[in-house]
């Protein structure tokens, strides 16, 4: 059964964008997603991943990111050509007050990373190219879970699927979805960096 969830995800190893972060938030409304991550739910436009990113690339030595939403079943999928998701003050936020967040990011040199936030708190983070042995501790919710060199983003994509219950469809790429500006971290969060990195 897990070899047939990894082999769906074959996409993610394949013709995924270079840099994503894709999250999963239980518990709550698109609009208190886009809250969390530093949005304002009442400045939406319709966009692809392409057109982001290329609006993004646009501003590329500004503090300029931009987020996209979904809503499946009972969950919120955000969706970035960024990094707001991979940031642990972002899984509290997003999973504060009984809530659920689980994170798969991919940056442009190719370190990626699996987060898990539940009830205001993260209860684990690795990146999966680190692993280099299947006795490496990592969080109770990845145990089982060995990683290979050639399917690190479709596995970790399985363990987002494993962990939350929803499937993320490669077709939200090229779908034009509800799009917000978002604010950058240190003007979100305020205070040291070091506070939200960990």
Known sequence: MWDDLVARYAWADADAPEAYTFSVVAGRSEDDVIRAFGGDPGESRLMTFSE????????LYEDYELLRVVTTKEHVVAIE????GSLPEIGRRASAGGGEFFSVH????????VMRAVDGRVDGAFDPCELEDPEDEVPTWAEGVVFATDTLCAESFALMERTMGVAVDPAWI????????LAAPG?????PESTWLQ
């Open 52 to 59: 982001a990113a290329d609006e993004q690339a646009d501003h």
């Open 81 to 84: 050509w960024g990094y707001h």
């Open 106 to 113: 991919r940056d442009v040199n190719g370190r990626q990373q």
């Open 174 to 181: 090229d779908t034009p979805l509800r799009t917000v500006l």
């Open 187 to 191: 003007a979100l969060f305020g205070g």
